[in-house]
């Protein structure tokens, strides 16, 4: 059995029903138990008579139910915003009071909530929504990702032709399905008719409890962020001796380092590795390279991110010296926009070659084909593979009426960031560690600084803006 994406609805085959589809923090589910919850589900939300198009909040963390969720808003035309339980009360507010939807299932209580005084503009296209993820916003508000019926085709059909996987795939998903790269796993196991395995925050924290994990259901497809797995290789049992199955290793959403894939290489010599970019706005990914020693060898300083996948474009605008420009994504896989945001929209969005475009804000190059990642164009960053804008931490931060200012900086090693310093100007003596308690009330975990630093005044450079680089140089003197 598998989810048909076109059809949007399961295709059977009676041989495979017991076959696992969905490993649960909480319960496993076969394929067969999968369609009947699903069924059960649709048939609750059936009873509020939602119009079509219209979006349901599906709020939990990795349980069964929130793939439930995810299905049966897919089934019966309703756009699905995932919101993961690291998000604090207050950014939930605000993406619900964004989205006015009616609908919030929460996968935790197995419940569903209903305002029917919060209706929301409904989208009834040609092209249906399929989901909407928010991601940071420079204001300080969330910026709702819009993705398409035919941009998750078009991300399935590559998906299945040019990774390697198949009915027997069993995908870990380690990412919240607030964040975008899980809809490699979703997407995966939903159209190939494979199985996915859920791990909660608190079991992955647990190394040995995660390892065991993986080896229990023969996860043979690891996805996640070069970070994430960065420590995890230092572990003594994570290896091709402990995890035979566990054989294809893909990243995304962050700078790939060659040691990484050494060490993974070392851990797991039978293994490949895969490397790919693309932002929300581009449906997952829009490139694909397999990291070979050979490729290793070549690039050693600066990996690859791949080759664009087909039907798709990537342009290089308003070219440097070096050949290095902005990143333009061109191809069905582009979203049609941000949720009610008409004036982002015409500054990223737009149509070339009868297809849509986005301005990713990231720059690279292109060597043999191949596509390189060089740099942000702006304060969006990734860290562990969450997008932040470090203009949304600052605006926090001054909230409180004890500082007068504040900046954040990311600290980098090579290319990747590895931490978040705000700095602030305080007449006043502020108790730092409170300040960040009173600041992880409103921001995810991942967006708290790990340091704040009380200074006297800004550096400034010759051009009268804050001297960031002598920030830095500040904060390791220190």
Not at 61 to 71: A, G, N, Q, R, T
Not at 184 to 206: C, H, M, P, Q
Not at 330 to 352: A, C, H, P, R, W
Request: proline fraction near 3%; hydrophobic fraction near 35%; glycine fraction near 4%.
């Amino acid at each position: 059995m598998r989810f048909d994406l076109e059809l949007m609805d399961f295709v059977e085959c009676e041989k495979d029903f017991d076959n696992l589809a969905v490993c649960g923090s909480n319960e496993d589910l076969t394929w067969k138990e999968f369609k009947d919850k699903v069924e059960i589900l649709k048939n609750k939300i059936l009873k509020y008579n939602l119009p079509k198009g219209h979006p349901i909040i599906i709020y939990g963390h990795k349980e069964s139910d929130f793939i439930v969720s995810i299905v049966a808003c897919m089934n019966m035309g309703y756009p699905y915003i995932p919101i993961d339980t690291i998000y604090p009360k207050s950014r939930v507010d605000k993406i619900v009071d964004i989205v006015k939807s009616s609908i919030i299932i929460n996968s935790i209580e197995n419940e569903i909530h209903f305002d029917e005084n919060n209706i929301s503009t409904t989208y009834q296209l040609s092209d249906p929504i399929v989901y909407i993820i928010f991601t940071s916003g420079s204001t300080g508000e969330p910026k709702g990702v819009q993705i398409t019926q035919n941009s998750i085709l078009d991300f399935q059909k590559w998906l299945s032709n040019d990774f390697g996987f198949s009915n027997k795939s069993v995908f870990m998903n380690q990412a919240p399905f607030s964040f975008d790269l899980s809809v490699y796993e979703v997407i995966g196991f939903l159209s190939l008719g494979a199985t996915i395995v859920l791990n909660s925050k608190d079991t992955i924290e647990n190394h040995l409890e995660y390892f065991e994990r993986l080896k229990k259901y023969s996860c043979d497809s690891w996805v996640s962020t070069p970070s994430f797995i960065s420590k995890l290789l230092l572990s003594e049992v994570f290896n091709q001796n402990n995890l035979k199955d566990l054989k294809t290793f893909l990243f995304c959403g962050e700078v790939l380092p060659a040691n990484t894939v050494k060490r993974i290489k070392n851990n797991f010599p039978d293994s490949k590795v895969l490397n790919t970019y693309g932002p929300t706005e581009a449906t997952v990914a829009t490139t694909l390279v397999e990291i070979t020693s050979e490729i290793i060898e070549k690039y050693s300083k600066s990996l690859p991110v791949g080759y664009v996948k087909e039907g798709t474009i990537i342009n290089l605008l308003n070219i440097d010296e070096q050949n290095i420009g902005e990143m333009e994504i061109i191809g069905d896989n582009v979203s049609i926009g941000y949720f009610k945001n008409e004036e982002l929209n015409s500054q990223k969005f737009e149509k070339k070659y009868e297809k849509r475009s986005f301005k990713t804000g990231d720059f690279g190059y292109f060597e043999n084909g191949l596509l390189f990642f060089a740099n942000r164009k702006d304060e969006l960053i990734k860290l562990h593979g969450y997008r932040i804008e470090l203009g949304e931490i600052d605006k926090e931060i001054l909230t409180n009426k004890l500082i007068e200012d504040a900046i954040t900086i990311a600290l980098k090693r090579g290319a990747e960031v590895v931490k978040l310093v705000s700095f602030i100007i305080s007449k006043n003596n502020i108790n730092i560690e409170e300040l960040k308690d009173s600041i992880s009330k409103n921001l995810p975990y991942y967006m708290i600084p790990s340091d704040i630093v009380k200074i006297d005044n800004f550096p400034y450079n010759a051009n009268h803006k804050i001297d960031k680089n002598e920030l830095i140089n500040l904060y390791k003197s220190l």
